[in-house]
């Protein structure tokens, strides 16, 4: 059975921090694309970052030079580095792993206070 569960998500106020993690269970993260996602209320799920398999890193444009995907595969753990967080990064965060499947994780809410 594969799990994916996020954590660190949580209220912080405007140009602070967070670091989120997906811890994966029943597969090897290794060998997978993992992604962060996100989805504020009312608006469709969109991709944050991601990270193949070999560590190369792809990030959307509003997070660029803020957020930092990493991945330990020794822990089996993906990461999202989150700084300068504005109030608009405010929703819902998701966990992705995808292979030739797609595994999603159940998500951890972040809130953005102004």
């Known amino acids: 059975q594969v799990q994916l569960v996020e954590s660190g998500g949580g209220l912080v106020q405007a140009g602070g921090s967070l670091r989120l993690s997906c811890a994966a269970s029943?597969?090897?993260?290794?060998?997978?694309?993992m992604g962060w996602y996100r989805q504020a209320p009312g608006k469709q799920r969109e991709l944050v970052a991601s990270?193949?398999?070999?560590?190369?890193?792809n990030y959307v444009d509003f997070v660029k030079g803020r957020f930092t995907i990493s991945r330990d595969n020794a822990k089996n753990t993906v990461f999202l580095q989150m700084n300068s967080l504005k109030p608009e990064d405010t929703a819902v965060y998701y966990c992705?792993?995808?292979?030739?499947?797609?595994?999603w994780g159940q998500g951890t809410q972040v809130t953005v206070s102004s």
């Open positions: 990270i193949t398999k070999d560590g190369s890193t």
């Open positions: 029943g597969i090897l993260i290794s060998i997978y694309t």
């Open positions: 992705k792993a995808h292979l030739l499947a797609r595994y």
